[in-house]
């Protein structure tokens, strides 16, 4: 439409009344000042919190808990698996699963060394699986290597570390593609068998991103030179190790799956939703991702109870001191409260305020459904 002159003139008009109040409007106080003191580094600035709200400290759980990702040190000796012991008393894990998987005789070792200190209620073990240098043939040894060690006493397969998918090579020297048809054979195998598959795929999205001022994690990566996966001429991208990973779920739909540290999607809780809703046969644990779940109680909380019969207790490494964090967020509705690590997260967390019901899937009866040999003696009727 040709403007009249009386429209040219109205939006000159209201272009000069608008104007100047606009640009006031974007200069707020102190925008666009320089600190006139130095200005501390990222690991110099620490404010402490003077909120004062109710804090309610949780040093042991409300409900006895299989910790389906543990990673205490090798239980071969009466000292160690003692000191462990003492440990899941007053944190009220009734059962931890040996996560820190071993295979032949350094399972064997570990389950004698256990059931002899009198403590084979308290651990059960999970399985290696040698992946490297696969190659024709390989799928029927490994399998072959899963059958004895069941037989030996293992009730699942895992953690099978980041590494598959994301470095683990073939003999021929490709990446193992983690649904690479030999190794059907392994995981229809642990379908068969009853046991579960734990599998860590890929690590933060963040890992993969530009190690730039805007990434969430950036602390982190500067830490730790091996968490960079972000150069695409060496390592899949966050994406498509995803997408890998869930063709794997897909093509063993009689096999049940825990996907370690919630699948690295809890900071979309929604597209491990999708992923639970497309593979009835998978489940997640909250290893190490804490900070998200912190960080979001409300939507979170929703998110455990619709997929209440999905969700495992686990906590990766073994630092007793942390898993009362675990308990807080969890039971509580307390605000604000502190992180035990601060290059995950700058910010605080919140307790997601978990109803009873929820709780006892999420510690223990999710587990007791899918590794049915878990002992129940420290965890029942309690
Ligand atoms: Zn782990």
Redesign the pocket.
Known sequence: MRPTPFTTRAVLALGLAVAPVACEAQQRPGQGREPTLPVPSITEYRPQSTLVVPEHEVPRARFPVVDI?G?PPALDNRADIERVVSEMDRLNIGVMVQ?RPSSGARLRSQIEAVREAGYADRFVFFASLDLDGVGPGSGARIAAQLEADVAAGAVGIG?IGKGFGLTTRKADGTRLEMDDPELDVVWETAGRLGIPVFV?TADPPEFFEPLDYANERWLEMALFENRRFNDPSRFPAFDDLMAERNRMLARHPNTTWIL?HMGWHTHDLARLGAIFDEHPNVLAEV?AVLYDLGRQPRFAAEFFSKYRDRVLFGK?SFQPDEYPYYWRVFETADEYFDYYRDYHAFWKLYGMDLPDDVLRALYYENALRIIPALPTAALVGQ
């Open positions: 990702h990673h996560a953690e860590h370690a290893g990766d």
